[in-house]
Every structure is written in structure tokens, then in C-alpha cells.
């Protein structure tokens, strides 16, 4: 199973790079709610509503549980363990945030 941040939408919707790839992959696509809310609250133009409403109707839709946040944050905890980085880090590649 395969899901795509919405990073690589964005691009894709953008210039196209990866669409042949992604279509390759086939049915073990799934969508997050999460992603879906993002690439949502960005779309500027008929087409991307279009490709969203695609998206969210062509592959099934995941949405993250108390559990899943919960064992991602214990995910990140082993990674700071593991290779020394600074909580801030962390934070930043759990939510998103590019600087």
C-alpha cells in the first residue's frame, strides 16, 4: 500500500512528473484524508477540484486514528534516538513544515 504526501500531488499537478509513475502503481494506492484536506484547502482552479474529486473517489480513503498519531510520535521518538535529531526537526517533518 502506497500513500502519497501531498507534496508529490502538488508537484505532480504542477509539472506532470510524476504522473506516469503513479499511474504504474496501480491499486495499491490509498488516499489520506489528511492529504485530501491539504491538497483541498489549496486547489486554485476547476481542474485540480476536478482531480481531487478523482482522487477521492478512485482510491480508498484513509484517515489516521487516536493510534496511528499516537504510534507516529513514537516513531519520530526511535528516530531521535536513533540518529540524534533535534526535536524541532522532528516537529517540522511531522507537520509538514518546510523552512
Known sequence: ?????????VDDLRTGRFSERIAGIGDLVRSSS????????????K??????????GHYPVLTPTENNWIESGQILAQIREDRGFEPHNLRDLHFDVLR
Open 1 to 9: 500500500m502506497i500513500v502519497f504526501d501531498s507534496s508529490i500531488y
Open 34 to 45: 489528511v492529504v485530501l484536506a491539504e491538497l483541498w484547502r489549496g486547489a486554485t482552479s
Open 47 to 56: 481542474a485540480e477540484e476536478k482531480f481531487l474529486l478523482w482522487l477521492g
